[in-house]
């Protein structure tokens, strides 16, 4: 998903850049392991011994490894043998140029190299970690690359490398280029880029930065996840980051040091940012308007697409008009009467129809009454639209022809030539039938999607490289339209956009009357399996797809097709409102937890049913009656996967289990846990692996529709002639020993149903609803904005109340982590976000109380054992004195005993004497 927040921080020109080694060990330079095994292979061949430094390797203890590396020969000579290294590869990479170009006010770099710098063309400029270097970084300081860990280029003097323990031992956790390093994160938000976020050198950092950047305006972090790190590990990793040091994270697969995922998501970002060598006319320094979507489904001349709103009437009365005129250009010299198809058919108001014929009349689009023709000025702007069209043509032909060139250079003229008319003639037959998929890759910001989406869509290249005449000319074919659908140009996005919008418009227009052929030949005796989005989207009234979905339903019966799920399918839409009737009665319909469910912030998932009651108007008093309205029960927890079923069958969808099919047998089940196998690799692969669940059902589909095509399996009670598998997925496609396509898209399947039938501005309303519905579902927000604040103003005008009287009360304790002026943090917050900072503040408020309080009592306690010992001490020596008296007193008994009894002797001795 595109950050709009991160974009918007990047076109500022205020973001401050933190750039690791991800971005440079692709250009081949050696990652820190690799520059110890280079440096400890050198001091071996001069008869060094390195065991101890490697068992330290051996055990992640780096910085010692190079300790103990400098304390065979020297510091210094770590330092030169490391600087050395690294000069070893001096030529940027396209990331380093990218970076380099992107509006950041300055770098910090943990790396040695100066790829950065020599990315930039001049502009940027290198500076140290020591002395006076660090006073470059104060005022208004901007456009250079601040080697926080020392530059391979830079002197001594003014550049330390940051190596061994002891380098670290210098730095960390107090200097002055860690205080410069706080005082920019204090200043300044930060977007981390090719960090491992576990990696020791990051840890130091995040150490020195702490929590002080605001919290209301966290800085961003793309950071990389290994393939095999569960969600739940990387969910919890990210709320860390989030809570303890403020960052954001944009996650990406990475495997080992391998960050391929981290320059796609990079360039998804790259069209949206304003960069440094675009240079603007009359000194802007905005970014320009994207409306991808809305611009690449205009349809040309006829259609206005507007504001995306399937409920606007300028929408629906566009969609009438080029029906109109469609039809007057098919029938020259008809009368006004014979419009009254239109609004016996149900397509629209009898009202409707005079209105838009009025306009139409007075653009100058169709000539006055009695008769009905096109205007030779509307002939004339067809005419210089279809020139238009044929000059995009022209510049894609020739950005095809270049991509070729770049492509090989092996190749000679003729044969690129063959590869760029395969290539051609690939792309109009794909958007005359698939456009709606092009036009969706071109409008996601998301790369991964439309990489996703160009596996499906060059399944028909095949057919057009028989043109080619050798293996690598249908290679470079294959990877130049590849290329195209995943990163197009501007003159080949403009072209395919306009040749989508043309053959749309003919669809909608009905200016044609044949649409491309999918693999069914017959609707009627066909069995559809649905998966459980379109299940969901059934049964959610209100949802973003749900008049889409129930229209092709009711399509499909009505033109005699078999409607069929599974009980797991079942199951999961069950667990979906389920799941919604929980929160809701969890969190409340007025919570800020609720927002972020709706939004799908803080891990929370589309969900339709939420999504049907919350972001639109339903007649219900609460979303428990909203449930219990849709699947029929007393109690909107009251209800099981019978439930359901019940509620699909009453839609003609039948739930089988997968032994419920006529035919089945054991051997089923064996070749349901090889397929089921295959599927959980695939998903595993594209990181869309979720539960074993989910894989045993699209194995059993996968299963059925086979065994219906084969007649080996069947219906209790009906037979089908065929079978699909409705879904947005195409992982089951393809699986081994099933080659035939098993998926079909939802709209995919809508769009050939309707080019049978009468096409209306109502499907073109539903068509619109499911691209919009699968986009978001990709992860792109469409949520309503101006929808959600009504329905929550209560909660945000509550929460920015307590916000502001927690900024006021507690501000003792809120500077720490907020700043000196906590009220600034939250400034320009997303009024949505205001209940989620609101509690968060709350938090941390109580937070530091209960520090403050716990550091009293300790003190406290402290107090009392000095206060006891003190007692004590006192006692103790009042029994010393007391002791010592009774000595005293013993004594002097002693002595008058001692006296007394002399006394006697001698009066006795005196008695004997005569």
Known sequence: MISRQLVDLLNSGEAVSVVGSGISSDVGLPTWPTLFGGIAAELDRLGHKTTKARDSERRGKLPEAFNLLAALTSTDDIHTRTASRIEQGTTPGKHHERLADWP???????????????????????????????????????????????????????????????????FYPSSNAVDKLKALATAHR????????????????????GRVAHHGRPSFAFLGYEGSASASDAKTH????????????????????????????????????????????????????????????????SLDIGGLSTDNPSLKRSLLGARVLAYIREHPDSQDQDLRQFYQSGEASQAEVVDCLDSLRRNGSVTPKPRLNLTPDHQSKTEEAEAQLQLTRDRFRSSVEGRVSNHTSELQKVARGRTGKAVEAFFDQLCRERGL????????????????????????????????????????AINVAADILTRPNEAESLFLGMLCQAYFGQHLARASVTLAQVDLDLVAGTCYLLDASVLICLLADGGAAHRFTKNLVENLASSGAL???????????????????????????????????LRCRDGYRPNQFLDGYFLTTQPDASFAAYIRRLLKVDDSDDFTRDTVADRLAEHGIRTLQFDEWVGFNDDYLARREEIQREISERRSDKGTYKHNRQVQAEAEVALIVDGLRSGALQLPDKEANDGFFVSSTRVVDRLPNLKRRICLLPEGLAQWMWSSQATSPKHADLVFEQLLWELSQGGIEFVDRATLLTKFSGVVEASEL???????????????????????????????????????????????????????????VAAKKVAKLTEKDLHELAILRGEKRERRKKADRQRRAAASKMGKGRKRRRKKQP
């Open 238 to 301: 990210q709320q860390h980051l989030r809570t303890d040091f403020n960052i954001e994270v944009i996650p990406y697969a990475r495997r080992g040091n391998d960050h391929d995922d981290l320059h796609r998501i990079l360039d998804a970002y790259a069209p949206f940012v304003l960069r440094h060598s675009i240079r603007l006319e009359g000194g802007a320094n905005n970014t320009p308007d994207y409306h991808p979507i809305a611009s690449s489904l205009r349809i040309q001349s």
């Open 802 to 860: 307590e916000l502001r009287a927690s900024v006021t009360d507690r501000r003792e304790y809120l500077i720490d982590k907020y700043g000196p002026d906590p009220a600034q943090a939250f400034s320009d917050a997303d009024p949505l976000d205001v209940p989620r900072l609101a509690i968060e503040v709350h938090k941390e408020a109580l937070h530091q109380m209960e520090s403050k309080l716990s550091a009293a009592q300790a003190r406290e």
């Open 437 to 476: 998929g092009v036009a969706q890759n071109l409008a996601t910001s998301d790369s991964d999607l439309a990489s996703r989406r160009t596996v499906s869509l060059v399944q028909q290249l095949p057919e057009h490289l028989a043109i080619c005449e050798t293996r690598d000319e249908a290679l470079v």
């Open 563 to 597: 409607l069929a799920t599974t009980d797991l399918f079942v199951n999961e839409t069950a667990e979906h409102a389920t799941w919604a009737a929980r929160l809701v009665r969890r969190v409340g319909e007025q919570s800020h937890e609720l927002i972020n469910a």
């Open 104 to 170: 950041f006010r300055l770098h910090v770099t943990t790396n040695y190299d100066h790829l950065l710098e020599d990315g930039s063309a001049g502009r940027l400029v290198a500076v140290g970690n020591r002395g006076s270097e660090l006073h470059k970084l104060t005022g208004g300081a901007r456009d250079i690359v601040w080697h926080l860990h020392g530059g391979s280029r830079l002197p001594n003097g003014i550049s330390q490398l940051v190596v061994s323990k002891s380098d670290y031992d210098d």
């Open 190 to 209: 930060c977007v981390f880029i090719g960090f491992g976020f576990n990696d020791e050198d990051l840890i130091y950092v995040l150490k020195a930065v």
